[in-house]
């Protein structure tokens, strides 16, 4: 059923609404609500711990990471700021690959979540059972698996890859005559094979943010908005990569919005994002690109269910009562194999070769 242009422009147009009610709500909330933030943040500034938040939580966690010597970035830059950070204790705010993928490099830290049940449909789909049986029937392959997987999938892998240096190290592999087993999501795999021609064997599993975005409606929200570039994440379906202006990960994306000339962008990713790419381009309208279910019946509606479980809420009771069940725990052992393909990434950026 399509829904009518209006409804568009109510539903998807309005990033800047959206911004201003989530900033805002400190400040129209009751004198209690009001309080919770500022008591966070003195509890925050008062610990041993520096929070790690992703781009796509609740802005207030993003302007609380600001504004307490923290980092707002993508699963990168998480990985990189928790192993230089000096602080003994790290918040992730995200999802629990993320809380993970900071232990695994820094056993040594304590590495704590608003709640570890925030998990990824990314992480979910790919169990390390069954991906163990996939790599092994096919041993000539090298493993390449997103970051968006359990530590158990990242100890069976050769190399972890984020989104944004996935290319360079599938091409890299590509170069030395390697052919890859790509693990988990299939839009993404699809992408870097296309833009490396590289010989992937490509495990099915997909984000269920991403992949709602859709194509049909797409054309309409355009001719409302002509003037408007695509910036498309490459978890979303190939025919929106396709039409995109710029295809990236989180940060590149904001990287467009500021290279690119358009006055206004459509963003096909998680809306949490919209909070630092209008602090990077202050003067260009930002819209919300459209979901299969702007009608209503869109799962996730471009705001992924458990990066939504991170609150400050959650946070403040993290901070009274540091409980066990909020600190992330990885197997040593699965630790010290996961480290390996890990740090391959790491290395890689530092270097572009391991
Ligand atoms: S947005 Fe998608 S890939 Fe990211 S954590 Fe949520 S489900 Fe996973």
């Not at 609404?17 to 709500?25: F, R, S």
């Not at 809380?99 to 049940?117: C, F, H, N, Q, Y």
């Not at 996961?338 to 290395?347: I, K």
């Amino acid at each position: 059923m399509s829904i009518k242009m209006d409804d568009y422009i109510a539903t998807r147009a309005d990033v800047r609404t959206y911004l201003e009610h989530a900033l805002a709500e400190n400040a129209r909330a009751t004198a209690d609500e009001a309080g919770l933030y500022a008591s966070v943040k003195a509890a925050l500034l008062a610990s041993n711990a520096r929070l790690v938040a992703h781009y796509y939580v609740d802005p207030m966690l993003q302007k609380l990471a600001e504004e307490t010597g923290g980092v707002v970035a993508d699963s990168l830059e998480m990985a990189r700021f928790g192993a230089r950070c000096e602080s003994p204790e790290l918040i992730v705010a995200g999802v629990s690959f993320m809380g993970e993928t900071a232990k695994i490099p820094s056993p040594e830290k304590r590495v704590w979540m608003p709640t570890l049940d925030a998990t990824c449909s990314l992480d979910l789909g790919c169990p390390v059972d069954a991906f163990s049986d996939w790599c092994d029937a096919h041993p000539d392959r090298t493993v390449v698996v997103y970051a968006n997987t359990s530590a158990a999938v990242k100890a069976r892998a050769d190399w972890v890859v984020t989104s944004s240096i996935a290319i360079d190290v599938v091409d890299w592999l590509d170069q030395r005559g390697e052919k890859i087993l790509w693990a988990p999501d299939r839009y993404l795999g699809r992408y870097v094979q296309r833009q490396t021609g590289a010989d992937m064997v490509l495990w099915d599993s997909a984000c269920v943010v991403h992949e709602e975005f859709r194509m049909h409606d797409l054309a309409k929200l355009r001719a409302v908005y002509p003037e408007a570039g695509l910036l498309v994440h490459p978890e979303s379906p190939e025919e929106m990569v396709d039409a995109a202006d710029a295809v990236g990960s989180t940060s590149q994306l904001i990287r467009a919005a500021v290279d690119l000339p358009h006055p206004a962008f459509i963003v096909a990713t998680d809306k949490g994002i919209f909070y630092k790419m209008q602090q990077a381009v202050p003067n260009k309208r930002l819209i919300e690109a459209p979901t299969r279910g702007a009608g209503g019946t869109c799962q996730s509606c471009a705001h992924c269910p458990w990066m939504a479980m991170n609150g400050l809420q959650g946070l403040s009771r993290l901070l009274r009562d540091w409980p066990v069940a909020c600190e992330v725990q990885v197997d040593p052992e699965i630790g010290q194999q996961a480290v390996r393909s890990l740090n391959r990434m790491l290395e890689f950026t530092r270097s572009q070769r391991p």
